[in-house]
């Protein structure tokens, strides 16, 4: 099965590292990696087998047509973006389950996600001082209630789906029986909007995925903040579906541009080369286990 990566020439020392502890924390995947660049030699950044790089224009539409280009629209693939990169695999057994209905799957599911949609991310610094243990996290919805204000350059349109948390809030509030199981894992199928989880991995379809980078109404070369005001207001019907408990747990590699320092200690910790971009304290990490299996900072 193809992984598809969604990165970029100054990423890919985080692209690497998306592929590294997929194949050590889930070593039996079995997935191709697709790793797109334009001008910098991927050769010398990745030493996994697994990968096959993919020659692009470096803007988002012509980087997603040039990923699938070849790739058979109703056949899943493995989705993951180099900013979700896997911190700990927490039930091995059900991805395999997953996977393995994934190679199989018929084309009325499009995508099949591995965290659960209801629990948001939790944010925070790192304190050399204090080290991981004595973090003290700040959530997601204190966090957009504080800083929603400053969101002052947002198009009204873009700035009332921001505002919007009703498609969060319907997976939340709406009782149901679970669509199916797998390995005893139930699966529920996604009420809300489709921007909800689309960023974390999963399962999906070429299909699925041109139905968003290569949508019409984008402008012909996007931005990356464009393209998420246009999740935020895309309004179709989908079948995806997605678990009630996290699979494994993800983290966020950058902060505006920035490296964090957590993905920075992992790429360390994995010996990958890091980026030569600016590092900050800040995480965000998407659990719902707490922060095993983060690298904590040296005091």
Same mark, same amino acid.
């Given at each position: 099965?193809k ?11 985080? =692209? @690497?590292? $998306?592929?590294e ?5 889930? /070593?039996d995947?079995?997935f !191709? ?6 001008d910098r030699d991927?050769?010398?950044?990745f030493r996994a ?9 470096p803007?988002i539409?012509?980087t ?7 790739? /058979?629209?109703?056949e ?10 896997p911190i700990?695999?927490f039930?091995p057994?059900v %991805?395999r =389950? ?5 190679s199989?799957a ?6 099949i996600?591995l ?10 610094k790192?304190?050399?001082r !204090?080290?991981? &243990?004595?973090?003290? /996290?700040?959530? +997601?919805?204190?966090? +957009? ?5 400053r ?6 349109? =873009?700035q009332r789906a ?11 509030g ?5 669509a199916?199981r %797998?390995?005893d894992q139930?699966?529920?199928?996604q009420?809300? @909007?489709?921007?909800?989880g689309?960023?974390m ?6 299909a699925f ?5 290569? &949508?019409? &109404?984008?402008p +012909? ?9 246009? $999740?935020?207001? &895309?309004?179709?019907?989908?079948? #995806? ?5 996290f699979? $494994?747990?993800?983290?966020e590699s950058?902060?505006?541009g920035? $490296? #964090? ?9 994995f010996?990958v080369v ?11 990490i998407?659990s719902?286990?707490g922060?095993?299996?983060?690298v904590e900072?040296?005091?």
């Open positions: 099965m992984g598809v990566v969604l990165s970029f020439d100054p990423h890919l020392e985080i =692209a @690497n590292l $998306l592929v502890t997929y194949n050590r924390l889930w /070593p995947c079995r !191709q990696f697709r790793i797109p660049f334009t991927p050769r010398s950044i087998q697994n990968v096959e790089f993919i020659s692009t224009s803007d539409r012509s997603v047509e040039s990923l699938l280009c070849d790739l /058979p629209e109703h899943f693939v493995f989705w993951c973006i180099d900013d979700r990169y700990e695999i039930e057994t %991805l =389950a997953v996977r393995d209905f994934a199989h018929g084309s009325d599911i499009d995508s996600k965290t659960d949609l209801t629990v948001e991310g939790i944010m925070g790192l304190d050399r !204090q080290g991981m &243990a004595n973090r003290r /996290p700040i959530s +997601l919805p204190r966090w +957009l209630t504080r800083n929603w204000r969101q002052l350059s947002l198009r009204p349109d =873009a921001e505002n919007d948390k009703t498609w969060r809030q319907r997976e939340e709406v009782a149901r029986e679970p199916f %797998l390995a139930p699966f529920f199928r009420l809300g @909007n489709p921007k909800n689309f960023y991995p999963q399962f999906t379809t070429p995925l041109k139905r968003f980078f290569l &949508a019409p &109404a984008l +012909l070369k996007y931005d990356i903040r464009e393209f998420h005001h246009f $999740l935020l207001m &895309a309004n179709f019907e989908h079948k #995806s579906y997605f678990p009630n408990r699979l $494994l747990s993800v983290g950058t902060f505006r920035r $490296l #964090s320092m957590v993905c920075y200690e992992q790429m360390l910790k010996g890091p980026p030569k971009i600016k590092i900050v304290r800040d995480y965000k998407y719902d286990r922060l095993a299996g983060i900072l040296n005091s």
